[in-house]
Every structure is written in structure tokens, then in C-alpha cells.
């Protein structure tokens, strides 16, 4: 029988480990975890007698705008584990109502999760959603020319590339300076993996995009500009590199897309169609269901891979 009990200091080492057994080489998980002051009161662990952590759940307290792009607090669930061992015996969905009750009590509207097993989940009252994922052949159009030159980010970009990227879509986040100068790079990679479009006129960010390399294809996980010729020079560098790469095709995450984007996107790929997938999950906690359930489905809902929790 295990113990449900809070998180303290001394079991970051097993947590870490815990981590590293079930997901492999996930050095992000730490970094990010450390980000919140009050983390060991929002790890939830389910403890054998003999002190091993047999299964935790994490909340990660976050301001998250609603479907009238007002910023509330949303309690984020991640790093969800269980030892092998210890699977089967209900500990994940103990410790998931031990959240929900912290959650309520520090006035959490509702909570959000991501995950590719949402069947752990719907017994304990989270409800998916449905996302966009565009994929396609990649473009193998040559960059044009463009007054836009397209170039690794680095740290003095920080202070603007907040600037394209602010939005008051629904879904999204808030962001802190710490998360521009720690989780976005703990989930994005270095700023050098960034790659940034510049302003002809003044030299600073007017866009950025972050690509991930698979074995097929180029994934690319957030994009923002102020102006189409910069999203389209990005995109372009984007296919680029991973046409160098030996990658012959690309996906697209994000909100449904404006004119811009479409505009932009053939110079990323050709052919593409739309699958839906349902990895989002939502639980009202505070706000009326109907409050929280029109969030994600709200018009332009976007809740980007480098807020994940």
C-alpha cells in the first residue's frame, strides 16, 4: 500500500530518476520543474513503505488567457510517472484528485494537460479537445530573395522577440521572463536552434520560428512575425535546412491559420492536409464547465509546445 503524501526537498534525486527510468533522456523535465518556488507542495507522490516513489503528478500554477483572451489561473498537469511495478493500482488517479483539490484551493479556474494517453485521464474528470496538425511534402522551392535576412536567434533577441509573439488568442499563455530565458529554451533547445527573421529597417526580431528534425520530417512547434514577408522568409529557411538535412517532409503545429499563414505556407510545404488529433485535455475546476470547455475551441486557440508544463 503506498502513502499519498507532498513532495519534500530530499526526494528530488528519486524524482529525477524516476523521470530519466520512464521517459529516457528528458533533461528538461528537471529544469523546468525547478521554475516553481512552491514545486514540492504541487508534487503529488504515491510512496511505498520502504520510501520509493512508486507513482507522482506534478501541478504547475499558470496564467492562461480563456476564450475572451482574459488571463486566469490554469493549474497545469505534467510529469506524470509510475514505476512499471507499480501500475494498475489506481495511484495516478488518487494523486490526480489530491491536485485537483490544491488546484481548487488556490483558485485555479480549470486545468489543462497534454498527453498521448488520454484514457488515464477521462476517469478523473479531464475531457479532450480536438488540435490541428498540418502535414505535408516539403517545399522544395529555393528561398527567394527577400529583404529579410534569416539567422540564428541569440541572447540579446530575447527582449523582442516577445513582441510578434504577443497575442491575446485563447489557450495561450502568459509568459514571464523566466520562461523566455529558461523553459522555452528547456523545450525548444538553445537560442542558437532559434531562427530569427530581421527587420530590414532596424535590424531587430520581426519573427521567429523553432523546427524540430525528426527521422522524416521537419516539425515546426511555434512561429510569430509581425509582417507576411517575414513568416514566409522563415518558413523558406525552415524547408531550407531541412531539405539539407535529407528531410522530405514537415508538419505545422498552431492555431487555424489567418492570411499570412497561407500565404507563407507553400514555401514550406506542398500538399497539405489536416489531421486532428486529441492530445489536449481540459477539466473545469472553478469556471462552469461550458466556461472552460469553449477555451480550446475558441478561434485561435493555441496553446504552444514550449508551455508545456
Not at 196 to 203: H, I, L, Q, R, S
Not at 262 to 269: G, I, N, R
Request: aromatic share 6%.
Amino acid at each position: 500500500m503506498s502513502l499519498i503524501r507532498t513532495a519534500r526537498p530530499a526526494d528530488e534525486p528519486a524524482l529525477h530518476a524516476l523521470w530519466a527510468a520512464c521517459f529516457g533522456a528528458a533533461p528538461q523535465l528537471p529544469v523546468v520543474y525547478a521554475l516553481d518556488p512552491d514545486r514540492h507542495r504541487h508534487t503529488f507522490l504515491a510512496v511505498s513503505d520502504d520510501g520509493t516513489i512508486d507513482a507522482v503528478v506534478v501541478y504547475v500554477p499558470r496564467d492562461i488567457r480563456d476564450a475572451e483572451g482574459v488571463p486566469v489561473r490554469v493549474g497545469g498537469i505534467g510529469s506524470v510517472a509510475t514505476r512499471p511495478e507499480a501500475r494498475g493500482r489506481g495511484l495516478i488517479r488518487a494523486l490526480l484528485q489530491e491536485a485537483a483539490a490544491t488546484m481548487r484551493a488556490e483558485s485555479c479556474a480549470w486545468s489543462l494537460l497534454f498527453t498521448g494517453t488520454p484514457g488515464v485521464y477521462t476517469g478523473s474528470g479531464w475531457q479532450t479537445f480536438p488540435t490541428q496538425l498540418r502535414e505535408g511534402s516539403l517545399s522544395e522551392t529555393p528561398p527567394g530573395r527577400s529583404p529579410y535576412r534569416v539567422r540564428p536567434a541569440h541572447p540579446a533577441d530575447l527582449p523582442h522577440l516577445a513582441q510578434p509573439s504577443c497575442s491575446s488568442s485563447p489557450l495561450s499563455t502568459v509568459r514571464t521572463e523566466a520562461d523566455w530565458r529558461t523553459r522555452l529554451p528547456a523545450w525548444y533547445g538553445p537560442l542558437s536552434e532559434w531562427l530569427v527573421a530581421e527587420d530590414p529597417a532596424t535590424g531587430r526580431p520581426a519573427g521567429w520560428a523553432v523546427a524540430a528534425h525528426g527521422k522524416r520530417a521537419v516539425d515546426v512547434r511555434e512561429y510569430a512575425a509581425t509582417e507576411t514577408g517575414a513568416l514566409t522568409a522563415l518558413f523558406a529557411a525552415v524547408a531550407a535546412r531541412a531539405r539539407h538535412g535529407g528531410l522530405r517532409e514537415a508538419r505545422l503545429r498552431g492555431p487555424a491559420p489567418g492570411p499570412a499563414v497561407l500565404e507563407a505556407l507553400p514555401h514550406l510545404m506542398t500538399g497539405a492536409t489536416v489531421r486532428t488529433e486529441h492530445i489536449g485535455m481540459i477539466r473545469p475546476l472553478l469556471a462552469p464547465p461550458e466556461h472552460a470547455q469553449a477555451v480550446p475551441r475558441a478561434p485561435g486557440a493555441v496553446h504552444w509546445y514550449g508551455d508545456s508544463f
